[in-house]
């Protein structure tokens, strides 16, 4: 790895050097990556703020302020990121818990009739499907197998698996817009 002074590092990442990104990178992200985690407790969301942190640090490379301590500088990216991603998430929730305080309930019961209709249709739909053509359909979309998966289970071909898939689709597709 890379020893660097934080001067260098500043004038690397201005000047976009990818071999100083990297070494950032590789210095800096494990830290980076336990801040986001205290913040956002996922994994995923975790390494998504770091990569995020270091996406933003790349495009504004030219705004790097050389007196500012890179890891200073780093840690107040990531903990801002998972704030305002936190901010972002709390915003989501406020306002859908606000369409359902202004929905009327008659809004709210016939969505729900609506809802109950549909999925009674599909229902009707996927039943008359042949056998095997259902079987794979739901391996699919409803315990989410991949197609080489349900081959494998079925003991068919990939190619049989997505002969199904289409045939299912066309005829729930024909049913259910006929419906309409």
């Known amino acids: ?6 001067d260098e590092i500043v004038k690397g990442i201005r ?14 992200a494990p830290s980076m990556y336990n801040i986001a ?6 994994e995923d969301d975790a390494n998504d703020m770091v990569q995020d942190v270091f996406l933003n640090l790349w495009k504004g490379a030219e ?3 050389e007196r500012a301590p890179i890891n200073h500088y780093l840690a107040r990216a990531t903990v801002n990121t998972c704030l305002n991603r936190i901010k972002k998430e709390q915003r989501k929730e406020v ?11 008659a809004e709210t019961s016939h969505s729900k009739l609506e809802h109950k209709e549909l999925e009674a249709q599909y229902r009707s739909a996927l039943d ?5 053509c259902r079987r794979v ?17 079925l003991n068919i071909s990939i190619n049989t698996v997505y002969a199904h898939l ?9 049913v259910l817009i006929n419906k309409e």
Do not use: C, H, W
């Open 1 to 6: 790895m890379l020893q660097l002074s934080n």
């Open 15 to 28: 000047s976009r050097n990818k071999a100083v990104f990297e070494a950032v990178f590789k210095q800096f």
């Open 37 to 42: 985690f205290r913040y956002v407790k996922d």
């Open 63 to 65: 705004n790097l302020d």
């Open 95 to 105: 306002y859908a818990k606000e369409q359902l305080l202004t929905a009327s309930p």
């Open 128 to 132: 008359k499907l042949p056998e095997q």
């Open 137 to 153: 359909f739901e391996m699919s979309r409803l315990k989410g197998l991949s197609p080489a998966e349900i081959a494998e289970q």
């Open 166 to 174: 289409t045939t299912a689709l066309k005829k729930l597709r024909v």
